[in-house]
């Protein structure tokens, strides 16, 4: 079992940035690929980056955040984070961190296991 708790959320203008916190409880937080994924209102859960499991330096990202966003892991502080520049009024969502069974990281939200509870990016024009 992992417990996820996101922060880091709020209201920003468009080309502003931020940064979103994951921290982890419970089992060996390197032990799960992790998963940054938002859901804007009407709209499906969507993938945002995601992480492979313990030392690994791969990390995946979806087409329409390349380039913009940065995810990364912070092993002994069992934190990951995603790191949001140049951001865009369609960025408006909950976003949520996710943690999977398994070495390499998914892109659907069933591939994961636990979900943090979200926080709400709001970009404005």
């Known amino acids: 079992q992992v417990q996820l708790v996101e922060s880091g959320g709020g209201l920003v203008q468009a080309g502003g940035s931020l940064r979103l916190s994951c921290a982890a409880s419970?089992?060996?937080?390197?032990?799960?690929?992790m998963g940054w994924f938002r859901q804007a209102p009407g709209k499906e859960r969507e993938f945002v980056a995601a992480a492979n499991w313990r030392g690994s330096r791969t990390y995946y990202y979806a087409d329409s955040v390349k380039g913009r966003v940065t995810m990364s892991r912070d092993n002994a502080k069992n934190t990951v984070y995603l790191q949001m520049t140049s951001l865009k009024p369609e960025d408006t969502a909950v976003y949520y961190c996710?943690?999977?069974?398994?070495?390499?990281?998914?892109?659907?939200?069933?591939?994961?296991?636990?979900w943090g509870q979200g926080t709400q990016v709001t970009v404005s024009s």
């Open positions: 419970g089992r060996t937080f390197s032990s799960y690929a």
């Open positions: 996710a943690a999977s069974n398994t070495i390499t990281a998914g892109h659907r939200p069933y591939e994961y296991d636990y």
